[in-house]
């Protein structure tokens, strides 16, 4: 069987990663390096902080944070702003969050037995702490963990310096950049072509070559095919420096996430709806980060496009010979696991269909070549 992955990030790598050990003849389609528009991340694997895209409340706090300059709205795929205003305080089905559940659990238990095998990335489970600099803000977000669908496990607790936190003891981090050169290795038999692929046909055709099956987990890029993807970008940077909070943790009212690492410490922001190659707005989320890191250098800064579905849900779904994996949004880390997992299961034949997560994949609503 060959099969084609067109995207390099990490839903398109662990989609590789599995279908590698079915002896499936792959080829990795990337147009910059592995790991492109997903390296930016802060390596937190956190998929219990689910947010619910199409709710009233999580446009207020858009707006909110658009207010204090944490979000900046430049422009948004109008397929998925028309799919957002149709749904929005729509429930998702009780199905729909078992799958997801089982999905943040698949995704928890990987990235450990990955790291029990060999721990050349970084892993750590001492779990994640959620600050709050205003009271208000912690006991209403207690309040959401409360009802939360996915039943986490928190505890509430004090922090110097903030009005306090919630701790998810079960949740874990990596180093992004560490692990996708882990994956590399576990790819070894499998081709890498960097190159931009503009065109596929539904029979599996892609540039002169016929596949059995593609596999488009290109983020982004999938809304020129009609799928209601927009994009919320992020910026990471690589530092060197000090912080005294043991635990990896997210500045919630700014949304900011900082993991130390062996070698670095990652500092991630930024939920811009924005297409655009400009990163100036970066240096706003080291300076909020700095109020906490004491920062002596900065490494690098890199920058991806977080493909978001209208209600954050992942979009897992076949079409004739294609399938498709995007729309995790900002958990696109967290969920790559179970995405790839589902998508070369998928691709397999041993699911047709993952009801809701494949409602908007159909002929009506593609656009793509059927030439």
């Known amino acids: 069987m060959k099969v084609a992955i067109v995207g390099g990030g990490i839903v398109g790598l662990f989609t590789a990663y599995y279908l590698s050990k079915e002896n499936v003849d792959v080829t990795v389609f990337e147009k910059a390096f592995l790991g492109n528009g997903s390296v930016h991340a802060a390596g ?46 729509k429930p998702a089905p009780p199905e729909a969050w078992e799958i997801m559940r089982f999905m943040a659990s698949y995704s928890l238990k990987e990235y450990k037995r990955m790291a029990e095998e060999r721990n050349d990335f970084d892993y750590e489970e001492n779990g994640l ?38 701790y998810f003891p079960e949740l874990s981090k990596v180093d992004t950049f560490k692990f996708i050169n882990r994956m590399e290795r576990e790819l070894d038999n499998v081709r890498v072509i960097i190159k931009e692929v503009k065109k596929v046909g539904i029979d599996g055709t892609l540039e002169g070559a016929k596949y059995d099956r593609v596999v488009l987990a290109s983020g982004v890029s999938l809304r020129n095919l009609g799928l209601p993807i927009t994009a919320f970008k992020g910026y990471g940077y690589r ?115 993952y009801g809701y997560l494949s409602r908007y994949i159909s002929g009506r609503n593609l656009r793509v070549d059927t030439t």
Do not use: Q
Not at 66 to 74: D, H, K, L, Q
Not at 80 to 89: K, R
């Open 239 to 353: 530092v060197k420096g000090e912080v005294e909070i043991k635990y990896p943790f997210v500045l919630a009212e700014y949304g900011v996430a900082v993991a130390k690492n062996s070698d670095h410490i990652k500092i991630t922001g930024g939920f811009d709806a924005d297409f655009s190659e400009d990163s100036n707005r970066a240096e706003f989320f080291l300076g909020v980060a700095s109020k906490v890191v004491g920062v002596n250098y900065v490494y690098d800064l890199t920058m991806g496009y977080r493909p978001c579905s209208p209600d954050g849900f992942p979009i897992i779904g076949e079409y004739e010979n294609l399938v498709f994996s995007t729309g995790a949004c900002r958990l696109g880390w967290s969920f790559a696991p179970a995405m790839g997992k589902m998508t070369s299961d998928m691709v397999l034949g041993r699911a047709k269909s």
């Open 129 to 166: 702490l959620e600050l709050y600099y205003d009271k208000s803000s912690l006991e209403k977000a207690v309040e959401e963990e409360k009802g939360n669908p996915f039943r986490p496990k928190f505890e509430v607790t004090d922090v110097k310096g903030f009005a306090g936190g919630i």
């Open 44 to 89: 937190l694997i956190e998929p219990y902080r689910f947010d619910k895209i199409n709710s009233l409340s999580m446009i207020k706090k858009m707006m909110k944070y658009r207010s204090i300059g944490v979000t900046n709205i430049r422009s948004v795929n109008a397929n998925w702003l028309f799919s957002l205003i149709a749904e929005l305080n």
